[in-house]
């Protein structure tokens, strides 16, 4: 099986997602590979977010994950 799912964050509380997620699934499948996809090409990846994240002090995430698990 695989998945990509990326981290939260809403009104500035960070939610990792992925990993809350892995956690669940660890319980039903064996983990074969977690891989962490780079961004390329979306919106978020640009000066002006570069910028913007200099100026308000916080971090662009840059990656998604890809969970490979095979069942039990």
Not at 4 to 27: H, M, N, S, Y
Request: charged share 25%; glycine share 4%; proline share 3%.
């Amino acid at each position: 099986m695989g998945w990509v799912i990326a981290d939260q964050w809403i009104k500035k509380k960070f939610t990792p997602v992925g990993f809350l997620l892995w956690q669940r699934l660890e319980k039903y499948f064996e983990p074969v590979d977690l891989i962490c996809l780079t961004r390329h090409n979306q919106t978020s990846n640009t000066s002006l977010w570069h910028n913007r994240a200099r100026q308000y002090n916080f971090y662009l995430r840059g990656f998604k994950y890809l969970f490979i698990m095979r069942k039990k």
